[in-house]
Every structure is written in structure tokens, then in C-alpha cells.
């Protein structure tokens, strides 16, 4: 089965009552059906929290805010855990980031491959201009073995801005950069583009706090720019499970012409 129709799937069963899954205690949900989102470990362990804390608060507002019913984000090592069990990965990349080793680059491949989309956060775009210096290098050299289809800006009529909401542009707690995905539609992976790339720190606007506060201050600010970067994420996790769907609907009317003759 495809990653993105498992994917579905899973979020299908974890929908349901806790009862009528595999085994699960009343109550619990079975954590082999559970959806999660999963973000890469980078060994910094100040960084690592800061994505597990933007991964479980965007989680939440997907939870809040969608019939989707994700659990708490995995952090991960490609090459070392199973990444076909999650539908997206978080991954920031900082200047220190070492090249993937062979057995991570095949994991990393094969998880795009089947339909997993890879978004990587430099935290260097737009109103975050030199805050991670160094993070593009890196990016080259850990994207250098892997199999990343020729990019371009995201156009204004992208899935990604109009997945669940309408959005003008993408801003995390940066806001004003450019976010690229794939050039070209690949339909053996239902147009998906398997990587999303930028540098808005979405992490850290959708990070929320043990008291569920936001800890970090979104810039240049206000809360209509965390808001928005909220709004992205819902985007981004209806895209990771569902593919181009919102996309499909715009064929819906010559559809239903044909079918009504």
C-alpha cells in the first residue's frame, strides 16, 4: 500500500473510537495505528525539544481545529528507525548537520519515494536573515546523495495554500522568506513533492509550552503571523496525508458534465 493511502488510513482508524481498535485499553489509543509526525534528531538537545514542543503544538491545533486525530510527534534517526510509519518529517537543519551516512540516504529515499514528504527548516529566511548562519551550506551537504527533485518557489495556486486554508504566504516565526517545493509534478507520487524546503523557523511558532503557552516570540510579530504559521501546518498535514486532493476539485464540475450526458 502506498505511504500516503496507509497514511489515511491510519488516521481513519485513529479517528475511531479507542474500543474498537486492535487490543486497545478503553480509552487508549493503539500506538501501531496511531498518525504521529516525527521530526529528525539533531543532537542538540535544546533544538530537539524545540521540535518535539512545535510538532506536539501543531498536532494539537490539528486535532482542535480538523477531524485528524495525530498523536504525539516521534523524533527519529533516518537509517536507524522505521520511517514508513510516519507521514511527514520535520527536519532542521543547523550548520554542524553531517552528511547523512549511506544507510540513512537509502531510508531517507525510500521514505520519499513511497510518498513521505521531508520538510527542511534552515531558520534563515526573510525577517530570520542571519539567525542560523551557515544552515544553507549545510543543507547542500545533506541533501548532496539524496534523490531531491529540481525546486521552485510555491506558486500562488499550490495545494499548500489552499489545502484546508486559504493562505497569502507561509510564515513560521519568520515570516517574508521563500519556501520552495518540487518544479514539476511527478504523478507516480500523485503530484506530491516529496521535499518542502525553508527557513521560517515553524518549529518554534507552533511550539507550545507544559502550560500550553507559546514560548517563542514570532518576527517582526503579532498574532495574526502565528496564526497564519498555525494555519500552514494544518496545510502542510492535510497535504503529508492526502496528497493533491484539494487540487483534484477543481476537475469536479467537468466530471460531473460528462457524467449528467
Known amino acids: 500500500m502506498p505511504l500516503r493511502a496507509g497514511m489515511v488510513l491510519l488516521a481513519l482508524l485513529a479517528a475511531a473510537p479507542a474500543a474498537a481498535q486492535r487490543g486497545a485499553p478503553a480509552g487508549e489509543a493503539d500506538p501501531a495505528l496511531a498518525t504521529r509526525l516525527a521530526y529528525v534528531v539533531t543532537g542538540d538537545a535544546s533544538l530537539d525539544e524545540t521540535q518535539r514542543m512545535g510538532l506536539l503544538g501543531l498536532s494539537d491545533f490539528v486535532n482542535r481545529r480538523t477531524a485528524a486525530a495525530l498523536a504525539e510527534p516521534a523524533a527519529v534517526t533516518p537509517g536507524q528507525d522505521d520511517l514508513s510509519l510516519f507521514p511527514l518529517l520535520y527536519w532542521v537543519v543547523t550548520a554542524e548537520a553531517p552528511q ?26 526573510g525577517s530570520g536573515e542571519g539567525f542560523a548562519s551557515g544552515a544553507r551550506a549545510a543543507l547542500r551537504r545533506v541533501t548532496r546523495d539524496l534523490a531531491i527533485p529540481p525546486l521552485a518557489p510555491v506558486p500562488e495556486d499550490h495545494v499548500l495554500k489552499r489545502a484546508f486554508y486559504l493562505l497569502p504566504d507561509l510564515p513560521g516565526r519568520f515570516a517574508g522568506g521563500q519556501v520552495w517545493v518540487a518544479r514539476d509534478q511527478d504523478r507516480a507520487n500523485d503530484s506530491v513533492s516529496p521535499v518542502i524546503v525553508g527557513g521560517h523557523d515553524w518549529a518554534s511558532a507552533w511550539a507550545i509550552d507544559a502550560r500550553g503557552n507559546n514560548p517563542f516570540a514570532v518576527i517582526p510579530g503579532g498574532t495574526r503571523q502565528r496564526t497564519l504559521a498555525y494555519r500552514f501546518g494544518v496545510n502542510l498535514v492535510m497535504y503529508a496525508l492526502t496528497g493533491n486532493y484539494k487540487g483534484d476539485q477543481v476537475h469536479v464540475p467537468a466530471i460531473l458534465e460528462r457524467l449528467g450526458n
Open 100 to 125: 547523512p551516512d549511506a544507510a540513512a540516504v537509502k531510508a531517507l529515499n525510500d521514505f520519499m519515494r513511497q510518498g513521505g514528504i521531508i520538510l527542511f527548516d534552515t531558520r534563515d529566511e
